[in-house]
């Protein structure tokens, strides 16, 4: 037997935790994320309809999105939240991928990469530093100049609320050399 196939991937299991995601598309040439937004967005909220959680911070770049969703108490279920938001993002979207054998065989799609990146928040730095990184992708990524011309994120929320200013993550800025990279 192979050690591979004896290996189990652990998730973080701490009820009412927070959590970062990171959630590809199988096709990273793919734009669907921001073409279709507004999908993705009725998708996460029908989602936090039936299965409430917080959303801490988002951004949506054209193949990838990073979020952050506190749990409540008792509960540590985030696989389902993600798994529901994909598919029924999904379901939205016209078949036209090319689907291979195994993903046919599963009855899956082909618009995400099965897996995501998982990371549990350990304290208020550690939060800190996940909502300023989800925030600056678009700048990082080389979309934008300044976070804030990046119309798929949270940070207008963070600026609403005077949490950041609208010149927060400019790319001239030494947010730049910051520990925003993934780990």
Known sequence: MCYAETMKYRRANIKGGTYFFTVNMADRKNTFLVDEFDKLRVSINKVKHRHPFVLDAMVVLPDHL???????????????????????????????EKINSSRESKRERGIWQRRYWEHLIHDETDFAKHVDYIHYNPVKHGYVERAVDWKFSTLHSYVKKGLLTADWGCAEESLSMQLFGER
Do not use: Y
């Open 66 to 96: 990073h979020l952050m969703m506190t749990l409540h108490e008792g509960d540590n279920d985030f696989a389902t939240r993600i798994m529901l938001f994909k598919s029924g993002f999904s379901r939205q979207i016209p078949k036209t």
